[in-house]
């Protein structure tokens, strides 16, 4: 299946909904009204062809059906990817570098700072690489 018209927006207002199971505060706390919310989760559930959520309308609650557990749990690893991914470009267009620590007994130290070191330096050049030497014990 195509998801091309799946965008952050949109999972972001999946998820909201699920975590706060309420249409209207999931409306508020992404600064929206509860219709527009509303419809767009509908035509997300149209558009992928099974239900996100099953509403109660007596009780004006949501809940996640199965097919929405398995959603919203990719769906929260896409926007954290998404996040890390902004955090990346954010830190090499400032020309910072992301710390990458890696710990290692004396032996394997020497091993560690050859080719594979420095060419994983030269591929990520935003990373900082950190290595700690330490004792098997």
């Known amino acids: 299946m195509n998801l091309n018209w799946l965008d952050i927006k949109k999972?972001?207002?999946?998820?909201a909904v699920a975590e706060e199971l309420s249409f209207s505060r999931a409306a508020l706390r992404l600064h929206m009204s509860q219709p527009p919310l509303s419809q767009q989760i509908g035509l997300i559930e149209n558009n992928l062809g099974m239900a996100l959520f099953e509403r109660s309308t007596r009780a004006r609650a949501v809940t996640l059906t199965v097919f929405g557990k398995l959603?919203?749990?990719?769906?929260?690893?896409?926007?954290?990817?998404?996040?890390?991914?902004?955090?990346?470009?954010?830190?090499?267009?400032?020309?910072?570098?992301?710390?990458?620590?890696?710990?290692?007994?004396?032996?394997?130290?020497?091993?560690?700072?050859?080719?594979?070191?420095?060419?994983?330096?030269?591929?990520?050049?935003y990373l900082e690489l950190v290595i700690e030497e330490g004792s098997s014990s």
Do not use: W
Request: proline share 3%.
């Open 71 to 125: 959603f919203v749990e990719k769906a929260k690893r896409v926007l954290a990817a998404h996040a890390e991914l902004g955090e990346c470009v954010s830190a090499s267009q400032k020309g910072t570098e992301l710390p990458l620590k890696i710990g290692c007994i004396s032996l394997a130290f020497e091993a560690l700072m050859s080719d594979g070191m420095a060419m994983l330096q030269a591929q990520q050049p």
């Open 11 to 15: 999972l972001n207002y999946v998820v």
